[in-house]
């Protein structure tokens, strides 16, 4: 399954949830310097999916906040936990 999510970096707290648009808020700690944003909202996010971070992939946004992951269908539950994430806010 495809998601598009929304990274904010240098937050004060690392955070899955809500939307920016259409796209998943990831809000990580990390700066975005030479890729740690994006390596930790891909660990940010398969933690709050319940998933391994192998299970989540990077598709497209390396080097942009808004980016396109790919996480494994055979993470149990992915669909009800990503509404979930989806709704807070």
């Given at each position: 399954m495809?998601v598009?999510?929304?990274?904010?970096?240098?937050?004060?707290?690392?955070?899955?949830?809500?939307?920016?648009?259409?796209?998943?808020?990831v809000?990580?700690?990390?700066?975005a310097?030479d890729?740690?944003?994006t390596?930790?909202a891909l660990?940010?996010?398969?933690?709050?999916?319940?998933?391994?971070?192998?299970?989540v992939?990077?598709?497209?946004?390396?080097?942009?906040?808004?980016?396109?992951?790919?996480v494994?269908?055979?993470?149990?539950?992915?669909?009800?936990?990503?509404?979930?994430l989806?709704?807070?806010?």
């Amino acid at each position: 399954m495809r998601v598009a999510i929304r990274v904010k970096p240098g937050a004060s707290r690392a955070r899955v949830g809500g939307l920016h648009g259409d796209r998943l808020v990831v809000a990580v700690n990390a700066r975005a310097v030479d890729g740690a944003a994006t390596e930790a909202a891909l660990a940010a996010l398969a933690g709050s999916l319940g998933a391994r971070r192998r299970n989540v992939r990077l598709v497209s946004g390396a080097t942009s906040r808004d980016k396109l992951v790919e996480v494994d269908d055979a993470v149990p539950g992915l669909a009800g936990r990503l509404d979930e994430l989806r709704a807070l806010g």
